[in-house]
């Protein structure tokens, strides 16, 4: 399967793909251009990274999500995996690349950390947002990995230079 039949397999359909792509609108509509976080939280005691995989679309992920009003880049982060993952960041993130995302609007950009200094409080547990969220070892992600959350990991871990779209 090369990457734009991965893409077209993470696409939702039927209501779940007009719920998401309402919640996007939505989004459009509040925000004229939007701006999100993600954040590659990196354990290298033992390789692994931190995913999830929301209710409301396929496939594990980063965590992360849109920059608020009034709140900074860093500020969203820290919440987004606070409320994701309960990952408390613990030493400056490091913002290693921006992205522009135009599969969810021709003006969504997304900026992603790399953490390698964290805690969590406690394992995420599954919620009305989140369905499954946990570390894994960057040579067994699950099987629904994102093609997008694939391209970041192999842009920081794997030498290649980052790509301008997200």
């Known amino acids: ?3 734009s039949d991965q893409e077209r397999a993470f696409r939702q359909t039927g209501w779940p793909g007009v719920r998401a792509r309402l919640f996007h609108l939505f989004f459009l509509l509040r925000r004229p251009m939007t701006l999100g976080v993600r954040g590659l939280v990196y354990n290298p005691a033992d390789q692994s990274v931190f995913l999830i995989r929301h209710t409301y679309v396929p496939g594990w992920q980063l965590p992360g999500g849109g920059v608020e009003q009034g709140e900074t880049m ?3 982060l820290r919440r987004e995996l606070a409320e994701e993952g309960n ?3 613990t030493a400056a993130p490091v913002l290693k690349s921006m992205h522009f995302n135009r599969q969810a609007s021709r003006r969504d950009h997304v900026g992603l950390y790399l953490i390698e200094h964290f805690a969590q409080s406690t394992p995420k547990l599954p919620d009305h947002e989140i369905a499954e969220a946990g570390f894994f070892r960057l040579d067994d992600l699950p099987e629904a990995t994102t093609p997008a959350t694939r391209r970041r990991l192999a842009e920081v ?3 290649t230079a980052p790509s301008p779209y997200w």
């Open 1 to 3: 399967m090369n990457d």
């Open 157 to 159: 871990f794997g030498k």
């Open 87 to 89: 990952i408390a960041v």
């Open 74 to 76: 860093e500020e969203a």
